[in-house]
C-alpha cells in the first residue's frame, strides 16, 4: 500500500500534498480556491464581481439507516459544506452508483426523498448519472456536487482566520456518529446505555445539517464585522476541524478544553462503541472564527435562533503552536483515521442489532 493511504476514510494532509495537490489539470486564473486541506469549497470567479462556489461529498445509502434518512444525509452534507462560504447552495449534480440489488421501488423512495429536501433548501437538481453496480455493498452510493453564485467579497474560506480571532463551537460534538449508531444498532445500546440515551442519540439525527447555523451565525456579519471564517465538523470531529482550520490558515490556536461542551448522549453512545467523541465525525456542528469584539453579538444571535453555542479558544501566530489550555498544557495533534468507521463495521460483523 502507498504509504499514508488510509484503509478506511478520508485520505489526510500529507498524502494530499505527496500525490493529489501536484496533479490537478490545467492551471486556470479564474480558479481563486481550488483543493486545499482543511478548505471545504472551491470557487471560481465569474463575470459582474460575482462568483461560483461549489462543493463535493458522498453520497450516502446506509441499510441500516433508511432511505429517508440516508437522502438526508445526502442532500444536507455537501449543502452544509457550501453553507461554510456564506451562502445557500443553488444547483445539485448527483452520481449515483447504486447495489445491484437497489429495487426500483427503493429507488424511487430514496429519489423522492432527495428531491424534496433538495427544493426544501432552494436546489435545483441539474443533472448527474445514475446506475446499478454489481458488487456494489459500500454505505457510499456514489458522489454529489453543489454550487451557488454569490458575490465575490462575500465569499468565507476556513482559510481566512486571523491571529486574534476567536473560535466558537456551534452544537455539540459527535452529533451525526451517535445518532447512526443510536439508529443502526437501537437494540445494543438500548442495552448498554438505557432507552433515555438511546432516544436522546436518535433525536440528534436532523441536528445534522448546518445551513441553518450557518446562515445565523453570518447574519450578524461577515470578516471584520464578524464571522470570519467557517468550517463544518466531519471527519475527525472537532479536534480535527480546528486543526484543519488553523492548517488552511496557516495560524496557531489555543483551545480552552474545559470549555468544550459535552452531550450526554454522545458521551454514552460513543464510549459504548470505543469512539472519542471530540475526533469523531460530527456533521451539524460548526468551527467559526469571528473577529475581535464580534463573538457576543453572534453567540447571543445564534441563541435566539436555537443553536447552542460557545466561545471555545483564540486562534493565535503560528510560531505559538497549536495547544490544548488546561492545568497541564498538551499539543494539538493532526487528525488520524476517525474512529467511528471501525466501529461501525465492526458492530456490522459483530451481528449487533
Not at 453543489?146 to 486574534?164: H, I, N, W
Not at 456579519?221 to 492548517?247: F, K, L, N, Q, Y
Not at 458521551?267 to 475526533?279: E, N
Request: aromatic share 6%; hydrophobic share 45%; net charge negative.
Amino acid at each position: 500500500m502507498i504509504s499514508g493511504f488510509p484503509d478506511t476514510g478520508k485520505i489526510q494532509e500529507d498524502f494530499l500534498k505527496s500525490h493529489v495537490f501536484p496533479s490537478t489539470g490545467a492551471v486556470r486564473q479564474e480558479v481563486v480556491s481550488g483543493p486545499q486541506y482543511g478548505v471545504d469549497v472551491s470557487v471560481i470567479a465569474l463575470h459582474g464581481g460575482q462568483s461560483l462556489v461549489t462543493a463535493t461529498d458522498p453520497a450516502t445509502l446506509i441499510p441500516t439507516l433508511g432511505l429517508q434518512e440516508s437522502a438526508w444525509l445526502t442532500v444536507h452534507l455537501v449543502a452544509s459544506d457550501v453553507a461554510t462560504a456564506g451562502c445557500l447552495p443553488q444547483y445539485a449534480q448527483f452520481c449515483l452508483n447504486l447495489p445491484e440489488t437497489f429495487t426500483a421501488a427503493e429507488f424511487h423512495s430514496y429519489w423522492n426523498h432527495i428531491s424534496t429536501y433538495c427544493d426544501q433548501l432552494g436546489v435545483a437538481i441539474t443533472g448527474g448519472h445514475t446506475g446499478r453496480i454489481a458488487g456494489q455493498n459500500s454505505t457510499i452510493s456514489g458522489g454529489v456536487t453543489m454550487m451557488s453564485t454569490m458575490p465575490s467579497e462575500e465569499v468565507l474560506l476556513s482559510r481566512m482566520a486571523r491571529p486574534g480571532d476567536s473560535l466558537i463551537l456551534v452544537k455539540e460534538p459527535a452529533i451525526i456518529s451517535t445518532a447512526i449508531l443510536a439508529l443502526s444498532f437501537p437494540e445494543t445500546i438500548l442495552k448498554k446505555c438505557g432507552k433515555e440515551v438511546l432516544e436522546a442519540g436518535q433525536a440528534l439525527f436532523y441536528a445534522s445539517s448546518a445551513v441553518d447555523a450557518a446562515m445565523s451565525a453570518i447574519s450578524v456579519g461577515i470578516h471584520s464585522e464578524g464571522v470570519r471564517a467557517i468550517h463544518d465538523i466531519t471527519e475527525g470531529g472537532v479536534m480535527g476541524a480546528i486543526w484543519e482550520m488553523m492548517t488552511a490558515a496557516g495560524c496557531g490556536v489555543q483551545v480552552d478544553v474545559a470549555a468544550l461542551p459535552r452531550g450526554y448522549a454522545q458521551d454514552s453512545i460513543c464510549g459504548a462503541f470505543g469512539i472519542d467523541p471530540l475526533r469523531s465525525v460530527g456533521a451539524g456542528a460548526l468551527l467559526l472564527a469571528v473577529a475581535p469584539g464580534r463573538v457576543s453579538g453572534i453567540i447571543n444571535q445564534l441563541h435566539q435562533d436555537g443553536h447552542q453555542a460557545v466561545k471555545i479558544g483564540e486562534v493565535t501566530e503560528e510560531r505559538a503552536g497549536r495547544w490544548l489550555a488546561g492545568e497541564v498544557p498538551s499539543p494539538l495533534t493532526p487528525p488520524g483515521v476517525d474512529p467511528y468507521w471501525a466501529a461501525f463495521l465492526d458492530a456490522l460483523n459483530r451481528g449487533w442489532k
